[in-house]
């Protein structure tokens, strides 16, 4: 595909920001991307839910809450994880949530925040409970991120979290094919994906890397109803792994 921009310059991104990524199929991915891109400022990385270990993560300080006083002050540029450590029953360690009063505390010590707010289990799709995704009030950004790529895959819980709610959003049936119809439903019912979405709006149709993909994605952005259109700053499809994107909604579709 030609003549695709950087994605992180097409979500233009102002000097203070607060991000935080919600959907499934690249959440982390895009953190990385993100925090990379800008670790000539002070960057903080994190999560309201949970992330993978900290060998993951390419950063530069490390702290968790126990190292947050009266008198925490980030000098240096650079990217900081900001986590708790949990170990898991079968040994390994993950991360999880600072407590959410001091993550609001902190984020302003920050250049740029960004935020995993959301899990799904590794899997494509998913469908949120009432208590979910996890979006902090000081968010300035919203990112919710699907995969255009499962499109003619058979809907079932080997690709979708929580496919029983999935089922009573989009009326797909077990094993049916999936549908541009179904995705237009999941992203905007009012309880699917940008149901928690704060501050500037921006959805990203992820892992589309051929031109068959993003012609897809392009569909799917202009069969999204208007009413929700009109609340949406930002409709981009194209690949976080790649770091490749195009504009399909900006105010207008393209």
Not at 24 to 31: A, I, N, V
Not at 212 to 239: C, H, M, Q, T, V
Request: hydrophobic share 40%; net charge negative.
């Amino acid at each position: 595909m030609e003549n695709l921009a950087d994605l992180s310059d097409l979500l233009d991104l102002d000097k203070n920001e607060v991000v935080s990524i919600i959907g499934s199929g690249g959440k982390t991915t895009l953190l990385c991307l993100l925090s990379n891109a800008f670790r000539h400022e002070k960057i903080l990385i994190s999560t309201t839910t949970h992330l993978q270990n900290k060998s993951f993560f390419d950063y530069d300080y490390y702290f968790s809450g126990k190292d947050i006083g009266e008198d925490f002050e980030i000098i240096k540029n650079g990217i900081y994880l900001g986590a708790e450590i949990e170990t898991t029953k079968d040994g390994t360690e993950k991360l999880k949530s600072l407590d959410y009063d001091l993550l609001s505390k902190i984020c302003g010590n920050f250049d740029k925040v960004f935020l995993e707010s959301d899990g799904s289990k590794m899997l494509p799709l998913k469908a949120w409970k009432d208590f979910e995704p996890v979006v902090i009030a000081e968010t300035t950004t919203t990112i919710g991120i699907l995969p255009i790529n499962v499109l003619g895959k058979p809907a079932n819980e080997n690709l979708i979290h929580r496919f029983d709610d999935f089922k009573k959003i989009t009326n797909i049936k077990k094993n049916e094919i999936l549908e541009i119809k179904h995705l237009v439903s999941i992203i905007s019912h009012e309880i699917g994906l940008m149901k928690f979405s704060k501050g500037k709006k921006i959805i990203i149709l992820n892992k589309a890397e051929s031109e068959i993909e993003l012609s897809n994605a392009r569909k799917l952005a202009k069969s999204l109803p208007r009413d929700f259109l009109n609340k949406i700053n930002l409709i981009i499809g194209g690949s976080i792994k790649n770091n490749q994107g195009d504009v399909l909604y900006d105010g207008k579709l393209y």
